[in-house]
């Protein structure tokens, strides 16, 4: 079975760009992002467990946001940090329900804190869809999986 999303980083060499892979297969696909903002965030980086460890962070605060959401309640999850825009997960309860659309928001990637996004996600009002694509999934199984993730990027699965 494929997973609804998986998140990796990879040793490029490039810098902190397009080291970051993430998937929802069933909405967009394979994409690559950059962890150049997560480096700036947990500074002197020393090995790519630090850039794991930092993702993990956001993940386990998606996680966070996500298992408080409430039906009607919709958040903003940001993974994609760049200098103009902010990419990010739209994410819709109903009744338990999640649709989840991918788009991004103008909000620059150096005003939002990659680690504790606060100040984002329950306050864009500028989203703007990739597509009109849509992934609806069961909150409990969106949780499951974000567990998942969190826990291979801290090195606890494979």
């Given at each position: 079975?494929?997973?609804?999303?998986?998140?990796?980083?990879?040793?490029?060499?490039?810098?902190?760009?397009?080291?970051?892979?993430?998937?929802?297969?069933?909405?967009?696909?394979?994409?690559?992002?950059?962890?150049?903002?997560?480096?700036?965030?947990?500074?002197?980086?020393?090995t790519?467990?630090?850039?794991?460890?930092?993702?993990?962070?956001?993940?386990?605060?998606?996680?966070?946001?996500?298992?408080?959401?409430?039906?009607?309640?919709?958040?903003?999850?940001?993974?994609?940090?760049?200098?103009?825009?902010?990419?990010?997960?739209?994410?819709?309860?109903?009744?338990?329900?999640?649709?989840?659309?991918f788009?991004f928001?103008?909000?620059?990637?150096?005003?939002?804190?990659?680690?504790?996004?606060?100040?984002?996600?329950?306050?864009?009002?500028?989203?703007?869809?990739?597509?009109?694509?849509?992934?609806?999934?069961?909150?409990?199984?969106?949780?499951?999986?974000?567990?998942?993730?969190?826990?291979?990027?801290?090195?606890?699965?494979?």
């Amino acid at each position: 079975m494929t997973e609804i999303l998986t998140i990796d980083i990879i040793d490029n060499d490039k810098g902190g760009h397009n080291d970051l892979l993430f998937s929802i297969p069933d909405l967009i696909g394979d994409k690559e992002f950059d962890t150049y903002y997560f480096c700036l965030a947990v500074e002197p980086v020393e090995t790519i467990d630090d850039i794991k460890n930092a993702v993990s962070q956001l993940i386990q605060f998606w996680h966070n946001k996500v298992s408080e959401s409430k039906n009607g309640e919709t958040i903003f999850l940001p993974i994609d940090f760049s200098d103009q825009y902010t990419g990010c997960l739209k994410v819709q309860n109903q009744d338990g329900q999640l649709v989840l659309t991918f788009g991004f928001s103008r909000r620059e990637g150096y005003a939002v804190d990659p680690l504790n996004p606060e100040n984002y996600y329950n306050e864009i009002t500028d989203f703007e869809a990739d597509s009109e694509k849509q992934l609806t999934v069961d909150q409990s199984i969106f949780i499951s999986t974000l567990d998942k993730q969190i826990r291979k990027l801290k090195g606890l699965t494979t």
